[in-house]
């Protein structure tokens, strides 16, 4: 097998402006060399491809995945309530397709139903069933009447599939272990309300003791900790306990942001699904609207001084809940940049660099450079300048993960 060369094409790296007249040799699973010149010797079995000025850049990353929410007709499956695990799973399936159709070679996952991403990402590195690299979730970890614990007592209604209920220290501690046994990487917490729950986003759901031994746990065996954490004092006690991802941060402020990037931790700050619910509602829905309003100019507003200061921001949203269907994944980044004002290379840095150092793989994933991974798009237009471009599907026209094209130009 030869390598796979590609000529007259733009590079495109996240920390850097887009480069014309590129050649990107890859060999195997791995780029060899970018630069303006094409090799000296091109042999028979090489694939050379002149793409014609379209742009070369590093697959994205979601970094809040949702693999099994997804409602499908009449039948939507709501939280803890969901299809069977079998059924589940071909769900989960579907949508990981979709993720890399859509130019998504990597996800990270933020909490699934049944146990299904663990086995989703053997079924995708054993090559079964084609997907993005997967960073493997579980159950929703948190206390009795956490905020989407929200049924009456009385029904005797459990959210056997999606949540797991633990109360104090040494609960968390056995939950962690057994979900990490089952092949979890990335563990799920809800620490609040707020953003998108019926809890107000002031109710704390986990005591700062709890919260430490579910993050000594976790790193003692080698995974991270994420958690649904809105206001400042949640996001400040999650820092304290070593939270690795924070996932939507409403109340961030400069103190919470000095922290964050003190501590090197990541902020998912999953917009999308508030301003597409919003639009949807058209202005209807009374409080819950207006609050959800609120809290997401507040967090547009505070973006910019984030990512200026250097948080690592990441891509990623409840994609499948809530009639918010999986595949608009691209669609989030125009939101960074038409309403938080954010410059399009550096949401393209959230999606390739910081999507990649989330995953744990910043060392080869996410730029396009000698000895870094082939996952790759080729996609027509330049998102640095438009960002939207990125959205229909037609417009990326190659779509490369691990050296071999799942889409090929």
């Known amino acids: 097998m030869g390598r796979v060369i590609l000529t007259n094409v733009g590079v495109l790296d996240g920390d850097a402006p887009r480069r014309a007249d590129q050649v990107v040799v890859i060999d195997g699973a791995r780029i060899v060399a970018v630069g303006d010149a094409a090799p000296a010797e091109v042999t028979p079995d090489d694939q050379v491809l002149d793409l014609g000025g379209r742009t070369v850049m590093p697959g994205m990353v979601t970094g809040h995945y949702h693999s099994t929410y997804r409602e499908l007709g009449s039948k939507p499956a709501p939280y803890g309530l969901e299809h069977p695990p079998a059924y589940q799973a071909v ?40 997907g993005p690299r997967f960073v493997p979730s579980g159950h929703e970890l948190s206390t009795t009447g956490h905020a989407n614990d929200g049924t009456p007592w009385y029904w005797d209604v459990r959210e056997w599939g999606a949540a797991r209920i633990c109360d104090g220290p040494e609960q968390f501690r056995l939950a962690v272990r057994d979900e990490i046994k089952r092949g979890v990487r990335m563990i799920k917490l809800f620490v609040t309300g707020g953003h998108g729950t019926t809890a107000p986003k002031e109710q704390l759901e986990m005591t700062r003791d709890e919260l430490e031994a579910v993050v000594q746990s976790a790193h003692a065996r080698g995974a991270r900790v994420r958690g649904h954490i809105v206001n400042r004092e949640a996001i400040l006690m999650a820092l304290d306990a070593g939270v690795d991802v924070i996932d939507h941060a409403d109340e961030m402020d400069e103190e919470c942001i000095e922290r964050i990037v003190a501590q090197d931790a990541f902020v998912v700050p999953s917009c999308y699904f ?34 200026a200061a250097g948080v690592k921001l990441v891509l990623g949203d409840d994609y499948g809940a809530m009639g918010f ?56 237009g330049d998102p640095s300048r438009d960002i939207t471009v990125l959205q229909p599907r037609d417009n990326l026209v190659g779509i490369m993960k691990d050296g071999a094209w799942h889409k090929e130009p």
């Open 91 to 130: 769900i989960a399936a579907e949508n990981l397709r979709t993720a890399l159709d859509c130019g998504f070679t990597g996800a990270v996952g933020a909490g699934c139903s049944n146990d299904i991403d663990a086995s989703m990402a053997r079924a995708i590195d054993d090559g079964l069933i084609p």
């Open 274 to 307: 508030p301003t597409a619910f919003l639009e949807l509602m058209g202005g209807h829905g009374l409080g819950f609207t207006d609050s959800m309003r609120t809290e997401l100019e507040r967090v547009l507003e505070v973006l910019p001084k984030a990512n």
């Open 325 to 380: 269907p999986h595949g608009q994944y691209a669609h989030e980044l125009e939101v960074y940049v038409r309403d938080a004002g954010i410059a399009p290379l550096d949401v393209l840095r959230w999606a390739t660099v910081h999507g990649a150092e989330l995953m744990g793989r910043g060392h080869e994933l996410g730029r396009i450079a000698p000895g870094y991974l082939a996952d790759l798009l080729v996609v027509d």
